[in-house]
């Protein structure tokens, strides 16, 4: 089946740094989505890019849609404790998202 | 609005015993779906609804069997656990298949013996 393999796998970083992390597949996406797990919790969605290029940002987040549609990116600008957490890139393996392979996750560890 | 909601929150089982982890929705959503997380490999897919009565197998379906006789409820059903089960297991549920934004339970964290 697809795979998402995400780097890196963990990070440990201070407080007010800038994070950057990638996801590639050795196939193409038409839709990368970026989901947070905080400790003990089901993953949220933070980010959805839907075209090869896109730049989308939510806050202090940005991702980016690669231009070979086999790779996307996440930068956090920065980072504060609350950050903490694994971040996980998926995408749907046909037409519609009935269907979502998920990356292999990157943990981060923000040192106050 | 509960949201999705999961039972139990831990289970321990012994090797060959069946049992059911409920989840329920109450957002009226369409699609919903179970997961399963283990170290180092994300979550995968295990098997998904797009409405009720209508379920489908995800990645990962071999030794379990869902059914949706509603639209609120979607349980997953070991039928004999084993030791390869041990994991934690994600409901999900959005507005239809062809929504972006899955909103996930909190989770069963199941150990198998």
């Known amino acids: 089946g697809q795979q998402l393999n995400q780097s890196p796998q963990s990070m440990f970083i201070q407080e007010g740094e800038d994070v950057s992390m990638n996801c590639t597949s050795s196939s193409i996406f038409n839709t990368w989505l970026w989901y947070k797990q905080d400790p003990g919790e089901g993953p949220v969605l933070l980010i959805a890019l839907y075209k090869a290029g896109e730049l989308t940002s939510n806050g202090r987040l940005t991702a980016q849609f690669g231009i070979t549609r086999k790779d996307s990116f996440l930068n956090i600008s920065a980072s504060i404790p609350s950050d903490v957490g694994i971040y996980f890139c998926?995408?749907?393996?046909?037409?519609?998202?009935?269907?979502?392979?998920f990356g292999t996750g990157t943990r981060l560890l923000v040192s106050p | 609005n509960a949201g999705v909601t999961q039972t139990p929150k831990f289970q321990v089982l012994k090797t060959g015993q069946s049992m059911t982890l409920q989840c329920a929705q109450d957002?009226?959503?369409?699609?919903m779906s179970w997961y399963r997380q283990d170290p180092g490999m994300g979550l995968r897919l295990i098997h998904y609804?797009?409405?009720?009565?209508?379920?489908d197998q995800g990645e990962v379906p071999n030794g379990y069997n869902v059914s949706r006789s509603t639209t609120e409820d979607f349980p997953l059903r070991l039928l004999s656990a084993a030791p390869s089960q041990t994991s934690v297991y994600f409901c999900?549920?959005?507005?239809?298949?062809?929504?972006?934004?899955?909103?996930f339970g909190p989770g069963t964290r199941l150990t198998v013996l």
């Open positions: 957002m009226n959503h369409e699609y």
């Open positions: 998926a995408g749907p393996v046909r037409t519609g998202f009935q269907k979502l392979v």
């Open positions: 999900a549920s959005s507005p239809s298949w062809t929504t972006d934004t899955q909103y």
């Open positions: 609804s797009v409405g009720a009565g209508i379920t």
